[in-house]
């Protein structure tokens, strides 16, 4: 049994990823929150690995009942690769578009929960801030992360300026028809 103590000062080793171009790995903690109950509150949580870590240091939500966040969802799983598998095994092809019931179902949702740990895609950081109330009732500026771009890693832009990552990417997939739930049974 261990002995915890504190003097009061912790260093935690929190840092903000610097901005702009980073390669990182998508983790396997990836989950859905919110309930059948309120379908507008569900999102998918997908969590990224900055920097060579193996702990998730920021995570993207993807709303579930907007089309921003099902975009967000699509553009992650194009970026990483597994829109490849995705057309090979379920003919779905996010390149050319696909209906959001399709993107919605449980069963596309555990498929890329599946899929995405491990794959890297290069985002881009930018820095702002937020306003919070404090404990004392001011309002405090904090910084935070924002991720304003994504693509494949590796895939055109300023590779010098990104971070490595701790594998490589697979390529994205070719174009086809447009995907609705009739064409992948139910999906």
């Not at 261990?2 to 903690?29: C, Q, R, Y």
């Not at 569900?42 to 921003?68: A, E, N, Q, W, Y």
């Amino acid at each position: 049994m261990a002995i915890i103590k504190s003097d009061g000062h912790g260093v935690w080793g929190f840092e903000l990823p610097t901005k702009g171009w980073h390669n990182v790995v998508v983790h396997e903690t990836i989950e859905i929150k919110g309930t059948k109950k309120d379908e507008a509150k569900k999102m998918l949580c997908i969590p990224f690995c900055f920097d060579g870590s193996d702990r998730p240091s920021h995570t993207v939500f993807c709303m579930l009942s907007t089309v921003p966040g099902l975009r967000r969802i699509v553009d992650v799983v194009v970026a990483s690769g597994v829109s490849k598998d995705l057309l090979r095994e379920k003919k779905v092809d996010l390149t050319v578009g696909v209906d959001e019931e399709v993107l919605r179902s449980d069963k596309f949702l555990h498929y890329v929960m599946a899929k995405l740990p491990g794959r890297v895609v290069a985002v881009h950081v930018d820095h702002g801030t937020y306003e919070s109330v404090a404990e004392d009732g001011t309002t405090v500026k904090k910084p935070q992360v924002n991720i304003t771009e994504i693509r494949a890693a590796g895939a055109g832009g300023d590779n010098a300026s990104l971070k490595p990552a701790t594998q490589a990417t697979q390529p994205v997939a070719a174009a086809a028809a447009q995907t609705t739930t009739e064409d992948t049974g139910g999906w």
